[in-house]
């Protein structure tokens, strides 16, 4: 069943400065997250997808935003190009879904948890 659902919003701008793009990710993205960015030339709108899906993922297991380090909530993809959590200390026992999008300056995420107890 479903347990727990997240849902976040990011301004694109907010990443429209490479530079500022690198130094927030060099704090606050995975390695694996770094890597995907840099791909795609640090992309705002990519960057941006990313951040509200790591706050998405928090919302679905009622954390405040840095209750988990947020290194530690790992944006990923698949090999076409869907993207999944990577965060043992969030997952636990359940399956995570992930959707983004990005238009304009605005990008969104959802998360879906699926388990078999509530998250309070
Ligand atoms: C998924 C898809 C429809 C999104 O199209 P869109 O409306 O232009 O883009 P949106 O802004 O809504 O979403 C973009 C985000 O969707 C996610 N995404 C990409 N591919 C995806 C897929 N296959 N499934 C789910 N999500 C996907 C990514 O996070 C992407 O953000 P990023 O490019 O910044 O990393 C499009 O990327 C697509 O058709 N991909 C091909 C899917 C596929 O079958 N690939 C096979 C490769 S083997």
Redesign the pocket.
Known sequence: MIVGIGYDLCSVNRFADKNECRRFAARWFSLSERE?LAE?SY?A??AA??FA?KEACLKVFGLPLFGVPMQDISIE???????YLRCPALVGGNTVHI?????GDV?GAMCVAEGTRYQV
């Open positions: 995907y795609r992309a709108q990519t997808g990313i899906a993809h698949d090999s076409a190009g869907k993207p959707s983004i999008t990005h238009e990008a």
